[in-house]
């Protein structure tokens, strides 16, 4: 069982826009800045988003973040096939004294 | 350019111990706190355990408390994960992860290495 909850999939054809959802709680979302990875099959996790909405240097800016009360949300638009992979949020708990990801979503281009 | 290189990974029979090296290279390694993550196989990510930059605080998951230790010598750009008391569970890919904050986000991962615990 995930602190943080996410839709275990979501799908879309080329160039739509899909939203992934990430709800937490006050000692996680709430206060400690969320962050989002893409993970390929196969491979090793990557960053994709942190601080809410900023992306690493290489990200395309059809990756967005962004954050309300103890829910956060990752969105891609114009969704190419490369999408295709497992989507993670994840952010810092306070009461835990850990970190604490999502239970994962999968993107799957139709 | 950043690299996080694990090993130390293989089959070990439940109760026994392993030790997961992680060298570090490209980056001044003193400077950012470092976590390990595992992933068990076809399941989602879970953290493990992080240590701050100067081995000062440690943090860890409540399924690992007690029985791994995370640990850091910074003459050798080497992050180190013991892990005691095996048991089938724990069984996974376990990648290291750099972070500037104990906080995260985790900007640089290692390939993963994979552990397996059956006997």
């Known amino acids: 069982q995930s602190v943080l909850t996410q839709p275990p999939s979501a799908s879309g054809t080329p160039g739509q826009r899909v939203t992934i959802s990430c709800s937490g709680s006050s000692s996680n979302v709430g206060s400690s800045t969320v962050n989002w990875y893409q993970q390929l099959p196969g491979t090793a996790p990557k960053l994709l988003i942190f601080s809410y909405d900023q992306r690493p240097s290489g990200v395309p800016d059809r990756f967005s973040g962004s954050k309300s009360g103890t829910s956060a949300s990752l969105a891609i638009s114009g969704l190419q096939s490369d999408d295709e992979a497992d989507y993670y949020c994840?952010?810092?708990?306070?009461?835990?004294?850990?970190?604490?990801f999502g239970s994962g979503t999968k993107v799957t281009v139709l | 350019q950043v690299q996080l290189v694990e090993s130390g990974g293989g089959v070990v029979q439940p109760g026994r111990s392993l030790r997961l090296s992680c060298a570090a290279s490209g980056f001044t390694f003193s400077s950012y706190a470092m976590h390990w993550v595992r992933q068990a196989p076809g399941k989602g990510l879970e953290w493990v355990a992080v240590?701050?930059?100067?081995?000062?605080?440690?943090y860890y998951a409540d399924s690992v408390k007690g029985r791994f230790t995370i640990s850091r010598d910074n003459s050798k750009n080497t992050l180190y994960m013991e892990m005691n008391s095996l048991r089938a569970e724990d069984t996974a890919v376990y990648f290291c992860?750099?972070?500037?904050?104990?906080?995260?986000?985790?900007?640089?991962w290692g390939q993963g290495n994979v552990v397996t615990v059956s006997s």
């Open positions: 992860a750099r972070a500037p904050s104990y906080t995260g986000p985790f900007d640089y």
């Open positions: 994840a952010a810092w708990d306070g009461r835990l004294n850990g970190y604490v």
């Open positions: 240590i701050w930059y100067d081995g000062s605080y440690k």
